[in-house]
């Protein structure tokens, strides 16, 4: 638990200091290409779902397998996610239920997957929670030794306590960083693949529930 208690020390010294920068953060981490996109024609993509919540508790979920691996993945999920998503305008979220006290009741109570999710809600005292289930997570390019991409897929759903229905939404997000093609291990690192990877699949997830642009590219998608 050492190796926890100093992610979640680090990680929570970087709680406000928002990587994401919501809905208009940059895709990939050439900065100067980033400074140039605004002379490129854009076109508005539009939220699939508004999220909204007076109280939120964005919950992770990671497989025993990609947990082995990766022990600090679910705050680190779970920090991000919120970090964008306290960026989007309109602040359509008033309140977020901390990513630490999140992990630590995730593992101070083991059989916590076998809940509701509504039930999960109540117990932080939240009126909508926002579930992440990391269904993959790789960051070495398939088939190869040498070189990184980092692939991330997860189910969203969006359970609102007292709702009719639930859940009011759900989809799948799919991330790969970088998009066009994976860097030799000579080039770069892990921690930054990874880094640059989780804060990538933020912006995804952040992006289906608010409106954003994107560079318009002739009636392509």
Not at 66 to 90: K, M, N, W, Y
């Amino acid at each position: 638990m050492g190796r926890w208690r100093r992610a979640a020390a680090a990680l929570l010294a970087g709680w406000m200091a928002v990587q994401a920068g919501g809905c208009n953060m940059p895709p990939l981490p050439h900065l100067f290409v980033w400074a140039f996109a605004d002379r490129h024609p854009k076109k508005t993509i539009n939220a699939e779902y508004a999220l909204e919540a007076d109280l939120l508790v964005v919950v992770p979920y990671v497989g025993t397998e990609i947990l082995f691996h990766d022990p600090t993945l679910p705050l680190e999920v779970s920090r991000d996610v919120a970090a964008g998503l306290a960026q989007t305008p309109g602040g359509r979220v008033k309140q977020f239920v901390h990513p630490v006290q999140v992990v630590r009741w995730q593992e101070s109570n083991i059989e916590w997957p076998n809940m509701a999710l509504e039930d999960i809600a109540k117990t932080f005292k939240a009126d909508t929670i926002l579930y992440v289930e990391i269904e993959r997570y790789t960051l070495i390019e398939e088939g190869s030794a040498n070189l990184y991409r980092g692939r991330v897929r997860a189910r969203l759903q969006v359970v609102k306590v007292g709702a009719e229905r639930n859940p009011v939404f759900e989809t799948v997000v799919e991330t790969i960083y970088p998009e066009d093609q994976p860097v030799g291990v000579m080039g770069t690192s892990e921690r930054v693949v990874r880094g640059y990877t989780n804060m990538v699949f933020a912006r995804d997830v952040v992006r289906k529930f608010c409106d954003y642009q994107v560079e318009d590219k002739g009636g392509q998608p």
